[in-house]
């Protein structure tokens, strides 16, 4: 059947996956077996007739109003069923339960099963794989390689060749954003995203206004705050080398002149264009001068 073998084979049958899952989880093991022939029906409807002589039979002028009292009067019929001898050889079915069946049997694990979607994926040159419209992360050395996806309804596991590198909790369905782990990430990565825009914009408030308002424009712009995050550090750190002061100033002239780059403001603050646009530069032109004509000059 196709829910226990999805391809038959006669040396190399492929059990169902979940089939196959299933088995693991309750530490047991699925063998298909051959074809059935017309002989083997005879055994199987031979268990189904003695049940319907020795349990059926007995209930059958019987009326019940419950499930409960019907198992009540089964119970004592099958043990009777069990208990009875085999006619062709010694011992009777309960016999032989505690003799070959028994000694095998053992507890049921106490956790649910719960089915696992299995699927292969290549993980990205940014070290993230995509399950379901989400990304998930893996560790960074695993770019560009192929590896195993095990998701159940609350998490993502990836595998590779057989051995976990990366664990998640599962995002919401239709979720197409991005779950990354720190440790995942290089160094240098790691170093970059620790400066998060709440972070940037604290820095930046305290040199000045201007300043603020250069960082969050350029955290406007884009759509992931990594793309500028690095920009905006760059320019921050300006200030340890011109000061506060400079470093606003330059953001004012940048704001009113659209400059978005860091060597706008690394070139301004080099060359002293701040300062330069900071001086008001007062001319004392003559007011009465042969050259120098009024209103009435012009009709």
Not at 1 to 7: E, L
Not at 73 to 83: R, T
């Amino acid at each position: 059947m196709k829910s226990g073998v999805k391809s038959a084979c006669r040396y190399d049958p492929e059990v169902n996956p979940i089939f196959a899952q299933w088995s693991t989880h309750y530490d047991t093991v699925i063998l298909p077996t051959r074809p059935g022939k017309p002989k083997d029906k005879a055994i199987a409807e031979n268990a189904v007739q003695q049940t319907q002589r020795r349990i059926l039979a007995p209930l059958r002028n019987r009326r019940y109003q419950c499930l409960s009292q019907l198992n009540k009067d089964i119970a004592p019929l099958l043990i009777k069923l069990n208990a009875a001898p085999f006619s062709n050889r010694p011992g009777s079915r309960h016999d032989a339960f505690k003799t070959l069946d028994y000694p095998a049997l053992k507890p049921l694990n106490w956790l649910d099963f719960e089915p696992v979607d299995s699927k292969t994926a290549t993980v990205g040159f940014n070290y993230h794989l995509c399950y379901s419209g989400h990304w998930y992360s893996v560790p960074y050395e695993y770019r560009g390689l192929k590896v195993t996806v095990q998701a159940t309804a609350k998490t993502v596991t990836v595998f590779y060749q057989q051995r976990q590198i990366a664990h998640h909790l599962r995002a919401k369905l239709n979720d197409r954003a991005t779950t990354t782990v720190d440790a995942h990430m290089p160094k240098a990565h790691q170093a970059i995203c620790k400066w998060t825009p709440k972070r940037l914009k604290n820095w930046a408030r305290n040199i000045g206004p201007h300043c603020l308002v250069w960082v969050s424009d350029r955290l406007n712009e884009v759509k992931y705050p990594q793309q500028v995050s690095r920009r905006c550090l760059g320019v921050l750190r300006l200030s340890q080398k011109y000061g506060t002061t400079r470093l606003n100033e330059a953001c004012r002239l940048a704001n009113q002149n659209g400059l978005h780059r860091y060597h706008h403001l690394k070139d301004m603050l080099a060359n002293d264009g701040d300062r330069m646009a900071s001086e008001q530069l007062t001319l004392n032109l003559p007011q009465h001068h042969e050259n120098v004509r009024g209103a009435k000059h012009f009709n």
